[in-house]
């Protein structure tokens, strides 16, 4: 038993941090750091940095263009751009579609879409969930009726995160209602948002932001080239795609950074503190710290299974307790910047002076999405404890 | 970076797994037998110079069975004041180590925080010591036992070994709520010559945190192993107990509880994990820091568990002759530990 890295992983430890010292934009960094929103412009630069050295697809194989880490490297790579306050690289390319194309697609769409997604010269939205499917996804009712070579697709897609930045949209659709179990009529498509017929409104969530949109698909023909894999076999790339973005999602340097930024707000004279207050809350910021301790060893043993090459179902447990900590570290935070953590900038306007309000709703929704810590809390009943 | 267990390592869990199971009335003398006992301690002074991860799996295979045994108290609490003294007594440790000699940690002190100064007084006579002061929660206390003492000597830190046996020592026995058969230690006017003290000052200050370290070291492990038996028996029982015409695993708010019980579980099992690696670490911020960190994520897992366990099997659960009850008690000994420190 050791929890010491290699030599070789703190030599690429080391690499990775001169690297990301060298390239991040200063003004990008303070935004990351602060907890406000990032420009389009901010993060295809990023992305585009990190693709030059070959590091903007971690997860990526190096037969597909990827950079063949270890899930150690994996995790030294995305530990350190969560503390030198980068973004990481986009998920919905990196760590959604892109290993889904990378084990499903034809060679025609690699060519086609890979470089392109690892270069951020297609941005790609999620269409997974519906008004009428969120947590039981396999309720989905858009359709997609065969039309010749194309498929004529109709429905609504609901929180689609960044599409009004997005080129592409890869989407689950109905093309058989009769099928035996909901989840076997299922197709996986990739539809161009330029197509006539898609319409994409905001919705502005409740930290000010417009972030993610509903998406109306009325009549928009898809090629059937642009389906991913088999007819009706979506729901298996599906599984694999959230299998995906649930891993590694502890994301626990996010949290250390809001916890630095409890720590500055807790010395700083304009919070207006009692010593009383002050001290209660940095009794809470330690106990946060304590369990965020316990989850970064945790999240190194899921690793080291998933390193001797066995998946390993905790990985539910670093999405529910990551999730819990980030959320009760930005309620700490609000709680103790004082009444300049008031004041809000609503989309379109300026900064405000702290981000604390925003972070704080905007991570409410980080137990809903990705799989909400119910649906984990059933796969842990299930999977693990054979409940 | 590795999780896993040496081939060696792998075989004292087996060992320890086997012997705790069968829980025998002379169950310290087996332990001295296979060579338990002796583990922490160097090859020199009688000891298999085994390490705290070693520790880590006794520890965690004797909560798994739901034993109680000296060995906090004697091995790991005293062991490690008598193996890191600084001229550590050799014949004592490898008496403790060969199971011949019962040693017991006596620190706590009614009214005192951790790490306060200790009342017990000791004052110098004649090139020896006089001690007076009263220990409370001094566990598995034989009639043979020599007690390793926390004290105050001219207003800086002690630390002697007095026998039970000594002029002017007295004992009250009680049961801990845990089951664990502990004793109120009073010393009137004890006389003890110059050999008596295992450290003084700084290096004494130092030697009582590191032995309460490996202590908290070992109970967090103990813990780890007690919530998991905690859990096999509440999943066992969800599994079986039907209500409403249907397993009480059908329901969702019942899985969904297990669900946090294997949450806390493993958060704490990473903590013992990083204790023990982390016990012997040289540098004393980063260590004490850990220590305090383990303290807060074991202490309230043992409540999360041992509450829902109890919760979970309904009525039984609160029976004094069910193991989950008797569990309970036990993790919540551990959590009351872990927070006074």
């Known amino acids: ?4 890295f290699s030599p070789e992983d703190i030599a690429f430890r080391d690499q990775v941090r001169a690297f990301v010292a060298q390239n991040l934009s200063p003004e990008t960094r303070r935004k990351v750091e602060q907890g406000r929103a990032l420009d389009k412009a901010d993060v ?19 037969s597909a263009g990827g950079p063949g880490w270890s899930a150690v490297q994996r995790y030294i790579f995305m530990d350190e751009l969560y503390a030198a306050c980068a973004p990481e690289p986009l998920s919905f390319n990196v760590s959604m579609i892109g290993p889904v194309l990378i084990a499903y697609g034809s060679d025609e769409q690699k060519a086609r879409f890979l470089k392109a997604t690892a270069n951020l010269d297609i941005w790609w939205a999620q269409g997974f969930s519906e008004p009428g499917a969120g947590s039981d996804l396999a309720a989905l009712s858009a359709t997609a009726v065969r039309d010749g070579d194309h498929y004529v697709v109709n429905g609504q897609k609901l929180w689609q995160g960044m599409a009004h930045r997005a080129d592409w949209m890869f989407t689950l659709v109905r093309t058989d209602p009769n099928a035996a179990k909901k989840q076997g009529g299922i197709s996986f498509l990739l539809i161009d948002l330029k197509a006539p017929g898609v319409t994409i409104r905001p919705i502005i969530t409740i930290d000010g932001r417009h972030e993610v949109n509903e998406v109306f698909l009325d009549d928009v023909r898809v090629p059937v080239g642009d389906r991913v894999g088999e007819e009706n076999q979506g729901w298996t790339y599906a599984k694999y795609l959230l299998s995906n973005e649930r891993t590694g999602i502890a994301r626990i340097g996010m949290t250390r950074r809001i916890l630095a930024r409890v720590a500055e707000a807790l010395s700083s004279v304009e919070a207006g503190l009692t010593e009383a207050e002050r001290a209660r809350h940095a009794a809470e910021a330690t106990a946060i710290e304590a369990e965020l301790r316990a989850l970064e060893i945790t999240q190194l043993r899921v690793l080291a299974a998933q390193q001797a090459g066995q998946t390993d179902p905790r990985s539910s447990i670093l999405k529910i307790k990551g999730v819990e900590l980030r959320q009760a570290a930005s309620e700490l935070l609000l709680r103790v910047v004082g009444p300049i953590g008031y004041a809000f900038a609503y989309e379109g306007q300026d900064e405000a002076p702290s981000e604390a309000a925003s972070n704080y709703f905007t991570l ?10 119910e649906v984990q809390k059933n796969i842990i009943a299930s999977s693990v404890l054979g409940l | 970076m590795n999780f896993d267990l040496s081939e060696d390592q792998a075989m004292l869990k087996d060992t320890a797994e086997r012997l705790f199971a069968q829980a025998p009335a002379d169950l310290w003398t087996r332990m001295a037998e296979l060579g338990l006992l ?20 006794l520890a965690e295979a004797a909560g798994r069975a739901q034993v109680l045994t000296a060995y906090a108290g004697a091995i790991v609490a005293a062991g490690t004041a008598l193996r890191l003294a600084p001229v550590p007594p050799s014949a004592s440790i490898s008496s403790l180590a060969a199971g011949e000699v019962p040693f017991a940690w006596a620190h706590d002190e009614l009214g005192m925080a951790s790490g306060e100064a200790r009342r017990t007084r000791a004052r110098s006579s004649g090139g020896g010591w006089i001690v007076s002061g009263r220990k409370i929660n001094v566990t598995h206390v034989a009639e043979d036992a020599r007690l390793v003492v926390t004290a105050t000597a001219e207003g800086e830190p002690i630390m002697l070994v007095i026998p039970l046996d000594a002029q002017g020592v007295s004992r009250r026995d009680h049961h801990l709520f845990d089951g664990t058969p502990a004793s109120e230690v009073s010393f009137y006017e004890v006389v003890v010559d110059a050999t008596a003290v295992l450290a003084r000052s700084a290096e004494a200050e130092v030697l009582t945190e590191r ?11 103990e813990a780890v192993g007690l919530m998991q038996a905690l859990l096999d028996a509440t999943l066992e029982h969800l599994k079986t107990r039907r209500q409403f015409g249907e397993p009480l695993s059908a329901f969702q708010a019942l899985r969904h509880r297990a669900a946090d019980m294997l949450v806390a579980l493993e958060q704490a099992r990473s903590m013992a994990m990083l204790a023990a690696l982390s016990v012997e670490d040289p540098d004393g911020a980063a260590r004490r820091r850990t220590i305090a960190q383990v303290r807060a994520v074991v202490g309230k897992a043992c409540k999360l568990v041992g509450q829902a366990a109890v919760q979970l099997h309904g009525g039984v659960g609160v029976t004094e002759e069910h193991p989950v009850g008797r569990g309970f008690r036990q993790l919540t000994l551990i959590d009351l530990e872990m927070e006074r420190g």
């Open chain 2, 38 to 57: 002796a583990a922490p301690f160097a090859e020199a002074d009688g000891g298999l110079g085994l390490g705290p991860v070693e520790t880590m799996i």
């Open chain 1, 1 to 4: 038993m050791d929890l010491r």
């Open chain 1, 364 to 373: 409410r929704a980080a137990s809903i999405y990705g799989g909400a810590s």
């Open chain 2, 211 to 221: 032995a309460c370290e490996h202590l908290v070291a070992f109970r967090a492990a």
């Open chain 1, 44 to 62: 295809v630069d990023w992305q585009r940095t990190l693709n030059r050295v070959g590091w903007a697809t971690p997860s990526w194989p190096a």
